[in-house]
C-alpha cells in the first residue's frame, strides 16, 4: 500500500515538530535536508516542504540559498516576546475570567484535569496547550484569543529550552497551574493576571540567566 504524499508530508511535518519541541536541535544548528531526510525515510522535497511550514511557525529559520536552521537563542527576541506575551495573554485571561460562562469554567477546569494527570513528554506538552488555550477561550474577542494563543506558540521552543538547557526544574509547575485556576474559577481576575505574568515571567527569566552563563563561558 503507498501513502499518500500529503500524509507523508504532514507526518514528517509532525515527527519534526515534535522533535523541535522536545529540544532535540540545539538552537541555531543548521537543518540539513539530507540527515533529515535520512532520520524520516522521506524525499528532500517532503522534508524542504515540512520546514517551510515550520519557518511560517517560527520554529525554524529559512535562509536563502543557504537552507534552514533551528532559530537561535535570542535574549532580545526572548524579552519583546514575553513583554508582549505578558501584555496580550494577561488581558485575554482577565476577560475570560469576568466574561466566561459556566461552559468555558467546566472547560477549563477538565483541561486542567487532563493536564495533572499527564506525565511529561509530547503527550504534557499538548495538554498544556490545551489548559492555556482555555484560560483565554472565553474572552470574548477570537481575535484577541488568536493572537495570545499564537504569542504562546511563538514562545514553545523557549519554553522547551528552559527545561532542556536551563534545567529549570525545581519550580512546582503544577502548583503554578492549579493556582491559575483556582483564581479562575474564583473569578479574581486581578490576581489570574498576576499569577499568569509571574507564570511567564519565570520561565524566560531562567532562560535568561542560562543565556548569560553561556555568554560569560564562550568569552
Known amino acids: 500500500m503507498t501513502i499518500d504524499a500529503s500524509t507523508r508530508s504532514n507526518a514528517v511535518f509532525d515527527q519534526l ?11 541555531g544548528s543548521k537543518l540539513k535536508l539530507a540527515v533529515l531526510g535520512g532520520r524520516y525515510t522521506a524525499s ?3 522534508v524542504r516542504e515540512a520546514l517551510s511550514r515550520l519557518a511560517e511557525q517560527g520554529l525554524v ?4 540559498q543557504r537552507g534552514f536552521s533551528v532559530v537561535a537563542l535570542s535574549a532580545e527576541d526572548l ?7 505578558i501584555d496580550v495573554e494577561t488581558l485575554a485571561a482577565r476577560r475570560s475570567v469576568e466574561r466566561g460562562d459556566l461552559a468555558w469554567e467546566a472547560a477549563l477546569v477538565a483541561a486542567h484535569h487532563t493536564l ?4 511529561l513528554g509530547e503527550d504534557w506538552i499538548r495538554a498544556h496547550q490545551a489548559f492555556h488555550q482555555a484560560l483565554v477561550a472565553g474572552c470574548g474577542s477570537p481575535r484577541l484569543e488568536a493572537i495570545a494563543n499564537g504569542l504562546r506558540d511563538a514562545s514553545e521552543l523557549y519554553r522547551i529550552w528552559s527545561r532542556s538547557l536551563a534545567h529549570d526544574d525545581d519550580r512546582d509547575i503544577a502548583g503554578e497551574h492549579s493556582r ?4 479562575a474559577v474564583a473569578r479574581d481576575a486581578d ?3 498576576a499569577a ?10 531562567a532562560l535568561l540567566r542560562y543565556a548569560a552563563l553561556a555568554e560569560l563561558d564562550n568569552d
Not at 17 to 27: S, T, Y
Not at 180 to 183: H, Q, V
Request: glycine share 2%; net charge negative.
Open 79 to 85: 524579552t519583546d516576546l514575553t513583554n508582549t506575551r
Open 116 to 119: 495533572a494527570r499527564t506525565p
Open 191 to 193: 490576581d489570574v493576571a
Open 17 to 27: 515538530r515534535a522533535d523541535l519541541l522536545a529540544g532535540r536541535f540545539e538552537p
Open 196 to 205: 499568569l505574568a509571574a507564570h511567564i515571567q519565570h520561565t524566560t527569566d
Open 180 to 183: 491559575l485556576l483556582s483564581l
Open 44 to 46: 528532500l522535497s517532503v
Open 61 to 64: 529559520v529559512a535562509h536563502p
